[in-house]
């Protein structure tokens, strides 16, 4: 049989019970072979997400004084809700809110909700 690539599997395997260890052989190198790959694609999805939804909102929510937890929550609902473009408008739109909640009266009490406090 003619093999064209790294992986191949060989039906021959299936009727031959000779032949069926060479089929195995076959198949764990082709575990050993993706699981490191595998790995390399979930750490760098964990990554992105650690990133992307609690470091970003906690730094930028420290410059413009925002509580963390609503910077990650104001990202993860506006971008449920308008997926990227959500996501990216999310701090700007909480940033004007809470400058309208502090200079409108009546309204403070939000304001505080959405500042970051001191320890």
Same mark, same amino acid.
């Given at each position: 049989? /003619? /093999?064209?690539?790294?992986? !191949?599997?060989?039906?021959? !395997?299936?009727? &031959?019970? !000779?032949t069926?260890?060479?089929? #195995?052989? &076959?198949?764990?190198?082709?575990i050993?072979?993706?699981?490191? *790959?595998?790995?390399? $694609?979930?750490?760098?999805?964990? *990554?992105?997400?650690l990133?992307? +939804?609690?470091?970003t909102?906690?730094?930028?929510?420290?410059?413009?004084?925002?509580?963390?937890? $609503?910077? =990650?929550? %104001?990202?993860?609902?506006?971008?449920?809700?308008?997926?990227?473009? %959500?996501? =990216?408008? *999310?701090?700007? =739109?909480?940033?004007?809110? /809470?400058?309208?909640? &502090?200079?409108?009266e009546?309204? &403070?009490? +939000? !304001? +505080?909700? #959405?500042?970051?406090?001191?320890?």
């Amino acid at each position: 049989m /003619k /093999k064209s690539g790294a992986i !191949a599997f060989d039906h021959s !395997a299936i009727r &031959e019970p !000779a032949t069926s260890r060479r089929w #195995l052989s &076959e198949s764990v190198f082709l575990i050993a072979f993706l699981l490191p *790959a595998l790995i390399v $694609i979930a750490v760098i999805c964990v *990554a992105q997400l650690l990133e992307n +939804y609690i470091l970003t909102p906690w730094i930028i929510g420290d410059k413009i004084d925002l509580n963390p937890f $609503i910077t =990650i929550f %104001g990202v993860i609902l506006l971008s449920v809700l308008w997926g990227m473009v %959500g996501a =990216i408008i *999310a701090l700007p =739109i909480l940033g004007v809110l /809470k400058v309208l909640f &502090e200079h409108t009266e009546g309204m &403070e009490p +939000y !304001a +505080y909700l #959405l500042k970051m406090h001191e320890k």
